[in-house]
């Protein structure tokens, strides 16, 4: 059987990546942070089948002993501090973490297993300013936030771990991919969610910043099939994964109230505070390479991928609904919503 260690299995990416691999018949050891409030939400479900290590990537020792510990044959680095526009306010912290972080965990794995695989969870970010379209593997780095610039440092250390000490380690240039379980401040989440409140009339308008921004948006649960494949090769490499397929933030409004019947002018208004102080005007992954050599493909389309995420929100919403009428006599109106960022 064979052992993987996960980083950030509590977010999006690690708890699709752990579902996977649990079906694959792999030992998972999840590592996490200590938290005052347990947050296991993602992986409720699979939560009793993973071995749980508790680290934080800036701390070198927990890393090399979560190494020692889960004794991995695949390592998927996938903690972070991963939201673009907190970078700004906090540029310590994510340099710290999304940068200096892996260079740990790569430490960590070199010391103590260096024949392990290893995966860095590069991002679409590290393009920033528009040099070239679509952006591939050869496409020159301009990041634009500290989160871009952490990552850009991530992906080069990763090569140069590879190259100096000839380990098996591999970045995956991955363009956004949304899901159900995306943290609420990404913009497909913070739509979806709001989308669901206003429809069931717990919300009143949805404050939003750049509408004009394109992205290429993935289903996550697709992109950690490519993770997975990266380290299955004869030799390690670093792949784009995206969809091909780009979209505006405002048709990803539009799409999302139509699901529902409503009109996004309604009830959308433009808020300076969402606004970045530089931003990455549009991302359009070539993924050929991870099609041809690692014989991946997307299988959720963006249309598909929105409805999944609005049903789910509806769903949600509408279960806390009758939970708080129930256990606590909230009405309707009364009920918090997460305070945006
Ligand atoms: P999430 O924000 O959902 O998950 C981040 C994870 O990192 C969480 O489990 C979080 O733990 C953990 N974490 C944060 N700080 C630390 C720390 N100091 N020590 C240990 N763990 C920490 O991100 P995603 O799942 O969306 O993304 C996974 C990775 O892929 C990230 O590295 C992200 O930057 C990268 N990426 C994501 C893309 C996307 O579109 N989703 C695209 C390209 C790259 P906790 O639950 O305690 O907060
Ligand atoms: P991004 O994702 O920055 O691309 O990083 P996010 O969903 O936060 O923003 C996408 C685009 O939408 C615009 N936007 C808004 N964004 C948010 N969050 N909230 C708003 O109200 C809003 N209004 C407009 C943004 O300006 C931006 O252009 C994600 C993260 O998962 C990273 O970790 C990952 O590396 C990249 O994707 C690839």
Not at 136 to 157: A, C, N
Request: charged share 25%; proline share 5%.
């Amino acid at each position: 059987m064979k052992k993987a260690l996960i980083t950030g299995i509590t977010g999006q990416d690690g708890s699709y990546l752990a579902e996977f691999l649990l079906s694959k018949g792999y030992e998972v050891y999840g590592m996490r942070r200590r938290t005052s409030t347990p947050n296991f939400q993602n992986v409720e479900l699979i939560k009793d089948q993973i071995q749980w290590i508790s680290g934080d990537l800036t701390d070198l020792p927990s890393m090399i002993e979560a190494v020692r510990e889960a004794d991995p044959d695949e390592v998927y680095n996938l903690a972070a501090q991963s939201y673009v526009a907190a970078s700004w306010p906090q540029p310590s912290l994510t340099t710290q973490v999304t940068a200096l972080g892996v260079n740990n965990i790569l430490e960590a794995v070199r010391i103590v297993k260096p024949n392990a695989r290893f995966y860095q969870a590069s991002s679409s970010e590290m393009f920033g300013k528009v040099l070239e379209t679509p952006q591939r593997e050869t496409t020159p780095f301009y990041p634009r936030s500290p989160y871009g610039v952490s990552k850009v440092y991530g992906h080069w250390i990763t090569v140069n771990y590879r190259e100096s000490f000839n380990m098996y380690a591999c970045s995956g240039i991955l363009f956004n991919h949304e899901s159900p379980r995306r943290g609420h401040e990404f913009v497909t989440r913070k739509v979806t969610d709001a989308v669901a409140r206003i429809k069931l009339g717990l919300q009143s308008e949805l404050r939003m910043g750049n509408l004009d921004a394109k992205r290429d948006w993935g289903f996550a649960g697709d992109y950690v099939k490519a993770m997975w494949l990266m380290l299955q090769q004869d030799t390690p490499d670093d792949y784009v994964i995206s969809t091909g397929e780009m979209h505006t933030v405002r048709e990803l409004v539009d799409i999302a109230f139509s699901q529902v019947d409503l009109d996004y002018q309604d009830y959308v208004v433009l808020d300076p505070k969402f606004v970045r102080p530089a931003e990455v005007d549009l991302l359009l992954g070539d993924c050929t390479k991870a099609k041809q050599q690692l014989g991946w493909e997307t299988e959720v389309s963006f249309e598909q991928l929105v409805k999944m995420m609005v049903e789910e929100d509806l769903r949600r919403v509408q279960a806390e609904i009758a939970y708080n009428n129930i256990y606590h006599g909230h009405t309707e109106k009364q009920l918090t919503k997460p305070v945006p960022l």
